[in-house]
């Protein structure tokens, strides 16, 4: 996608007034974090299988997205690791 981006920022550098947008969702879930980000922000493994790197969207007191304070730590890291 970026790549499509600056090409048509080349082909078109000579327009005086436009607007480029881009949005790329992929800097949110899923985490794949590379070290040694991943494991910057936490003395947790990222690689323990207990510890989601994509929480279910909603709260996360309770229902379907409830994390343990372990898990929201690790959700949080893998965030601030990006």
Partial sequence: MFSTVADWLRS????????CYVDSFDVHEP???????????TDEDPDDPDLTY???Y???DR???ELSDRELDF???Q???R
Avoid: C, L
């Fill in 58 to 60: 909603g709260r996360t």
């Fill in 79 to 81: 965030f601030a690791g």
């Fill in 63 to 65: 229902g379907q997205g």
């Fill in 12 to 19: 078109n550098q000579e327009w005086d007034e436009w607007f």
């Fill in 31 to 41: 985490f794949h974090i590379p070290e040694p980000y991943a494991s910057m922000y």
């Fill in 54 to 56: 994509w929480p279910a």
């Fill in 75 to 77: 959700v949080r890291s």
